[in-house]
């Protein structure tokens, strides 16, 4: 006589590989996606001429002058001149701003404090450290951005 499991059992075991085979293909979907933006942004860079470094974090950057000594940090209100640029070369805004750091996006706050007041820098920010998969206004979700930036005050 040939053994059959209860209904349960096999329901289980398929809802189980189920699960692996599905996680397995999100992990496989998310490396995709940071290889794919780490690609833009790395190209994106060739085309702009942007000699760029690595952070641990996935941004790029170029210092084009490193400013005083009076650096921001994550408490500091700043004030910025910048202009923010897709993948596409499309500008999705540019202005000046005073806003305190640690309300600014994580790029900005991870890449910014490498200057000093009168400085300028060419930022790459991963989606992950920009506005994510939810977007905002005109940068749809996932996007790597772009950003030049002026740093004018420090307080």
């Known amino acids: 006589m040939i053994f059959k499991p209860p209904f349960t059992l096999i329901f289980r075991n398929l809802t189980i590989t189920t699960l692996l085979v599905f996680g397995l293909f999100s992990q496989m979907s998310c490396s995709k996606s940071s290889a794919s933006e780490k690609d833009q942004m790395i190209s994106y860079a060739a085309k702009n001429n942007i000699t760029y470094v690595s952070d641990p974090s996935g941004v790029l950057y170029q210092i084009i002058t490193s400013g005083n000594s009076n650096k921001p940090r994550l408490t500091s209100t700043i004030t910025v001149t910048y202009t923010g640029k897709l993948m596409n070369d499309k500008t999705f805004d540019s202005g000046t701003i005073t806003y305190p750091l640690?309300?600014?996006i994580p790029g900005w706050?991870?890449?910014?404090p490498l200057i000093g007041e009168g400085g300028q820098i060419k930022i790459l920010i991963p989606s992950s450290?920009?506005?994510g998969s939810s977007g905002s206004g005109s940068i749809p979700g996932n996007s790597p951005l772009y950003f030049d930036v002026s740093l004018l005050k420090v307080k």
């Open 102 to 104: 640690n309300n600014l």
């Open 109 to 112: 706050q991870i890449a910014l």
């Open 129 to 131: 450290l920009g506005y």
